[in-house]
């Protein structure tokens, strides 16, 4: 069983920066694949990040590349996500998930879920 727990969200304005963690308990973080949803208002939750358990294969969706970076440091059970030149569009409910496989951009690959923070971009 693994717990998450997000934080960092917040208000920003577009082209500046924010730093999310997600915290997970347990003993085997180290073995999941990590990754990131979004989820805005009337809108599926989709793929933004995913970082293998080695913390050296990514994944990102097309949108946030060369804007977004996923980290992880095993030794705190802790992933990141820094958020670069925000834009308005990148507004959503960002959630932190776990799974045992490498099929990151599926979201029903993910046993584990965090509670999600709230990132807004204004224009």
């Known amino acids: 069983q693994v717990q998450l727990v997000e934080s960092g969200g917040g208000l920003v304005q577009a082209g500046g920066s924010l730093r999310l963690s997600c915290a997970a308990s347990g003993r085997t973080f180290s073995t999941y694949t990590m990754g990131w949803f979004c989820q805005a208002p009337g809108k599926e939750r989709e793929f933004v990040a995913a970082?293998?358990?080695?913390?050296?294969?990514?994944d990102y969706v097309e949108s946030v590349k060369g804007r977004f970076t996923i980290s992880r440091d095993n030794n705190k059970n802790t992933q990141y996500l820094q958020m670069d030149s925000l834009k308005p569009e990148d507004t959503a409910v960002y959630y932190c998930?776990?799974?045992?496989?490498?099929?990151?951009?599926?979201?029903?690959?993910?046993?584990?879920w965090g509670q999600g923070t709230q990132v807004t971009v204004s224009s």
């Open positions: 970082i293998m358990w080695n913390g050296v294969t990514t």
């Open positions: 998930a776990a799974s045992n496989i490498w099929s990151p951009r599926s979201r029903y690959q993910y046993a584990y």
